[in-house]
């Protein structure tokens, strides 16, 4: 059998070295973020779904890195004749048969083609982790997500990749026709995560409203655990796209740091002054037939909502809007615009959370919000404050106005082709016999139906009391055996459907109940009752438990 011929005695000049182990320091850390995001998101999720929402990213890794080694680099960063998407010319990385020491270079730098090639494959995965757990979220099945993955990484991904940082793609600063700064991945990560979330959610329907009275996410714990893995991680994952090191590598981690800590104050300000928290006397009176989007999550989800959205979310969204800034707008004496790009994207940021109420769309995790919305912010403020570096003219304020409008063309561009190619695939896997999107299949079909009986049968100003609380249907409207079945399905959770009942966190969790026998001798407890719930149970304000009027053991078990 013949030798591989390889020369292992091959060097590289002490510039190229150091800029490559530096890109090996950032790559080492983007894995931070992959596993911080499964903590994130499977603590913002219901135990019955933490599990399957922890298991997402890690599942996709595999997958995506077998897809860039085959064909995705090469789709994303070989140099076709055209300017839209690459060629085959480095399937299976042949490009490294010949050359050990093959380089690739840009406006940026210059490093080994190997190094380029591991840290542009965890971005990959990164943006797929952020992405597809949110897409999913206690309603969605794996397997036709999966299959959406594969088209997802081919035929959205790849070819935006090669639009901003291929040096031959039609909006990229190195061919500079249509120049759109994109440093770190505005356009080409978090607004193609955003948009596809955005999509996927549409597409599937809201959650069935019964999954959302007594909201409790799974574990807060994780969520402060995951928003310090991603804190870190972003560090390589803003800074490694310099692709080489110098003082301004220094000045990117630094305004990053300060960018997210400056969203996560302004977050949580807004929270606090702001909060959705029912004031001293007030009670909700959303019943549980009232379960259309706009009135059962704000009356469910929101009410709960106060350590995870004041300081993480924060946190999380001041990191997505300086990616597209990052060393465009990073220099030792403008520290301030990571200051101006945190407090703006966390206002809108925060604002954005909102947004789904208003389109009726269910995004689950905010997804939209957190990366969709910041990412266009992050990419407008760069057309706006973007120095004279790494070949580009600047923003406006170094009088070069038109940047804004590329900028915003970018925008444009990416959201359209990423939304419209999204709902085109997910509409026909959708359709394929048995990769139904949905574990509950029948639900938006039940709900047009539902609401055409309200809109044909029901005079507006009767519309509350007509609608039927036990299944939010019309009282003329049947469930089959079949639909019900599925239904009980999707309640059960995903970790029941996609990992036979096994859970992120399995254990038995009970609640006291506190009688009034209890405090004979004592000075009873000062104890403010609340309104009964939904479900006819009362909460004590301010207390972590439940009065249930039963009372008959000391101990009940949360069902």
Known sequence: ?????????????????????????????????????????????????????????????????????????SLCYSRASNHFIGNLNYVVLRQFKD????????????????????FNMFFKVVCAAFTFPGCVAERGRLLPMLLFVFIWSTIIYNPVTYWFWNTNGWLSVDL?????????????????????????????????????????????????????????????????????????????????????CASAIIWTAIDYFFSSVPLEGEASAVKPGDYNLGTSMTATIEPQKVLHDFVFIGIMTGLVVFTPGGGYVSSNAEFWKGIVFGVIGGVTGNLATRLKYFFNIDDALDLFAIHGVPGIVGSLLTGI??????????????????????????????????????????????????????????????ERERHMQIKNNIKNQELESQVSPHHGQDSNTTITEQESFWEQVELQGTDSYEF????????????????????????????????????????????????????????????
């Not at 005695?9 to 911080?36: E, F, H, K, Q, W």
């Not at 939904?534 to 949360?558: C, M, V, W």
């Open 1 to 73: 059998m013949d030798k591989l011929d390889i020369d292992t005695t091959a060097t590289v000049d002490v510039r190229s070295s150091i800029n490559t182990l530096y890109m090996l320091c950032c790559t080492g850390l983007l894995p931070l973020i992959i596993i911080g995001i499964a903590f994130f998101y499977s603590g913002l999720t219901q135990r019955r779904s933490a599990l399957t929402m922890f298991a997402i990213p890690l599942l996709l890794m595999p997958m995506i890195v077998i897809d860039w080694f085959i064909w995705g680099y």
């Open 99 to 118: 050359t050990a020491t093959a380089q690739f270079t840009n406006s940026r730098g210059q490093i080994l083609a190997a190094a380029h090639v591991l």
């Open 176 to 260: 500079g026709r249509l120049p759109v700064l994109d440093f770190a991945g505005g356009n080409c990560i978090h607004i193609v995560s955003g948009f596809t979330c955005l999509a996927y959610s549409y597409i599937l329907g809201p959650r069935n409203p019964k999954l959302l009275y007594n909201y409790r996410n799974a574990n807060t714990g994780h969520i402060l655990l995951g928003t310090f893995l991603v804190f870190f991680g972003w560090i390589g994952f803003v800074s490694g796209c310099d692709f080489k090191f110098s003082f301004n590598s220094l000045y990117i981690i630094l305004n990053t740091c300060i960018a997210a």
């Open 385 to 446: 404050f973007a120095n004279e570096l790494y070949d580009s003219e600047g923003g406006w304020v170094a009088g070069h106005w038109k940047q804004f409008g590329y900028q915003l063309l970018g925008i444009v561009v990416t959201s359209a082709y990423v939304f419209i190619m999204s709902l085109v695939f997910l509409y026909l896997i959708d359709l394929i016999p048995g990769c139904h999107l949905r574990i509950d299949k029948d639900f938006n079909r039940r």
């Open 500 to 559: 036979n009942g096994e859970y992120m966190l399995d254990f038995m969790e009970f609640i006291r109940v506190i009688r009034p026998q209890d405090y004979e001798d004592d000075e009873p407890p000062e104890i403010i009752q609340a309104p009964p719930n939904a479900y006819g149970s009362f909460q004590a304000t301010g207390q972590d438990f439940e009065l249930h009027p039963e009372g008959i053991n000391h101990l009940t078990k949360r069902e």
